[in-house]
């Protein structure tokens, strides 16, 4: 089931940044033909792009998130028993969705006092950009809720294999 969903989120969430960053081209790069070339720029590219660029960087959190490839110090956990590993994995996981949480509460108020505030240039309500912050934090408080039961799972699964096994140390 985790690997399914994640599976899942994880194409969704690469062909809308597939298309956020190709539109992000396109803008920037008509802009830069009109300057150049017609002597007239495009008033909405800059804000736009910034726009599009704000997504694609929650969006790409989201996917490093997805895949671990945030930045982690695994000096410690690399040298503690293993079961020890395990139940670090769970304390963090749990740190990480309080965090969430705090996130999604302060990104739903923002993008929710924001609707009346438009950008200058292109007029869009800064709560579209803004509305990015709930929809990462939902999406990664999911993310984080199945590897909270990926991480619980392979706890005691492998606990009790041991067990019946007669093994003492707990591998990953």
Not at 89 to 97: F, G
Not at 110 to 139: F, K, N, Q, R
């Amino acid at each position: 089931m985790y690997k399914n969903l994640t599976i899942i989120c994880e194409k969704i969430l690469q062909y809308t940044i597939i298309i956020l960053l190709s539109g992000m081209v396109i803008v920037v790069f008509f802009n830069v033909i009109g300057r150049y070339f017609l002597n007239a720029a495009i008033a909405w590219s800059e804000e736009v792009s910034r726009f599009m660029l704000i997504w694609l960087v929650f969006l790409g959190a989201i996917l490093a998130y997805i895949n671990d490839e945030h930045l982690g110090l695994d000096i410690v956990v690399k040298s503690i028993p293993k079961k020890a590993a395990k139940v670090i994995a769970v304390i963090a996981d749990l740190l990480v969705l309080y965090a969430i949480t705090i996130i999604l509460k302060g990104g739903y108020s923002i993008t929710m006092e924001s609707w009346d505030w438009t950008s200058p240039a292109a007029a869009i309500p800064y709560a579209y950009v803004y509305l990015i912050v709930p929809i990462s934090g939902a999406i990664l408080f999911l993310q984080t809720i199945l590897k909270i039961i990926y991480h619980i799972k392979a706890l005691f699964m492998r606990e009790a294999s041991d067990k019946v096994q007669g093994k003492e140390g707990v591998s990953c």
